[in-house]
């Protein structure tokens, strides 16, 4: 996670502080930037998520499929005769 700090200085140990505060809010969430703002007595928080991979699925004749790579030949046709609708 990168760490980038505002207005000013924070130790090291501050900063790690904040970062865990961070990961203990957003558990499921994996943090790629943190950005520590400081003005005065207060603190703002500003932090970018990680993106997530994902497979897109899609309901095609009847089934849930990412790819086609299983179908046999028959199926790859019914995809193909299908009436997309926009």
């Known amino acids: 996670m990168k760490i980038t700090v505002i207005g000013g200085s924070v130790a090291e140990q501050e900063q790690r502080a904040y970062a865990d505060y961070v990961k203990s809010k957003n558990p499921d969430k ?3 930037e943190l950005e520590i703002y400081l003005d005065g007595d207060f603190v703002d928080l ?4 990680d993106s997530v991979p994902f497979e897109r699925i899609r309901r095609i004749t009847g ?3 990412g790819t ?3 179908f046999n030949n028959a199926k790859r ?4 005769d299908r009436v997309k609708h926009g």
């Open 68 to 70: 086609l790579d299983r």
């Open 63 to 65: 089934y849930l499929v």
């Open 77 to 80: 046709e019914e995809v193909q």
């Open 46 to 49: 500003k932090y970018k998520y």
């Open 30 to 32: 994996i943090i790629e």
